[in-house]
């Protein structure tokens, strides 16, 4: 009797320490967005793949707009199953539908985060005027968990637009973000290039503009013109602003030159006055062009005379000889030569 109260005793206490040892063993995922940098808790790590974030401008009233600069703060990916599932956003719809937009964001707020997996970005800076058709500016690239992935999402920080009138205006943005629904997979070390379309909607005739993403112009099967840092510029400089710069500046004289007179000097760049141009004669400062290009010279009474005009880094130069009839064309063109000089 007391050998087998023994064994019995001795069952149950095998028992109980099995159940103790039981759960060291099991490894629970964290939420995909816990770091953003795709790995799990635990000492195992999750699978990634490479996602390169673009970021486009599907045309639409954009051009209305001398710019239009959005600053990207964060993106957010959620996976499939991870939230309740609701209809696609129709970025094609009017913007008078302000409302639906800012109630489906609100509801975005209350789902589940456990499939989320969200990335800081460096404050981003890009001009949609410069990112339309198939051009796009690169946000970042992105180790992300393997995976179906079916929202996303971009945080925006800051919306200035100005009208090609000059007039700035405030682009409407409901709950700072906005928001995608796109289908697409991610394997394991595999590099997948995804498009946010962005665009402005004008809300009728009320004079007002809307930012909204574009489904039909979203994804991974999209055609890619990568534009690089044209596109991403805090300033709000165009392309071809700063290629002016390095455009030929042009000198002349405004009718005849005579020794020992005044004539006036006119300075331009792609046939535009250029104020404040450096006007030198003979290797003396003699003053600067006015809002006109243009600046009156007392010609020395000399032989030669040599004007220079200096506007930043590019240069023209006239030289001037003057024989018996005291009055001459100059000897070379008046045009910078290397801007960089």
């Not at 999402?153 to 800051?158: A, D, L, Q």
């Not at 535009?272 to 809002?291: I, K, S």
Request: hydrophobic share 35%.
């Amino acid at each position: 009797m007391n050998t087998h109260r023994f064994a019995t005793v001795l069952v149950a206490l095998l028992v109980l320490l099995a159940g103790c040892a039981g759960g060291s063993g099991t490894l629970t995922d964290a939420p995909s967005g816990a770091d953003g940098d795709g790995t799990a808790s635990g000492d195992q790590a999750t699978q990634t793949g490479t996602l390169n974030f673009y970021v486009s401008d599907e045309q639409n009233a954009i051009a209305d707009f001398e710019h239009l600069n959005v600053t990207i703060e964060r993106v957010t990916l959620m996976k499939a199953n991870s939230d309740s599932d609701g209809d696609s956003e129709d970025a094609d719809a009017e913007a008078e539908a302000e409302a639906e937009a800012e109630a489906e964001a609100e509801a975005d707020d209350d789902a589940d985060d456990s499939g989320k997996v969200t990335y800081e970005v460096d404050n981003v800076t890009v001009d949609l005027t410069q990112l339309q058709g198939d051009k796009a500016s690169l946000v970042g690239s992105y180790d992300v968990p393997e995976g179906n992935y079916t929202k996303v999402f971009v945080h925006v920080g800051e919306v200035n637009g100005t009208l090609k009138t000059g007039e700035q205006v405030n682009v409407k943005l409901p709950s700072e973000k906005l928001h995608l629904n796109s289908n697409f997979e991610v394997g394991n070390g595999e590099d997948v290039d995804f498009v946010f379309d962005i665009t402005a909607f004008k809300a009728g005739k009320s004079g007002k503009y809307i930012l909204k993403p574009v489904i039909s112009e979203s994804g991974t099967n999209v055609p890619i013109e990568d534009v690089g840092a044209d596109a991403a510029d805090s300033e709000g400089e165009h392309e071809s602003e700063d290629e002016s710069s390095d455009a030929e500046v042009t000198a002349s004289f405004d009718g005849n030159v005579t020794a020992g007179e005044n004539a006036t000097l006119v300075v331009s760049q792609n046939e535009t006055p250029v104020e404040n141009a450096t006007v030198n004669v003979n290797g003396e400062d003699v003053g600067t062009t006015d809002a006109d290009g243009g600046l009156v010279v007392s010609i020395p009474d000399a032989d030669e005379v040599t004007v220079k005009v200096t506007d930043g880094d590019a240069e023209a130069e006239l030289e001037y000889e003057f024989g018996e009839d005291d009055e001459k064309k100059p000897d070379n063109p008046g045009k910078s030569g290397d801007t960089d000089a």
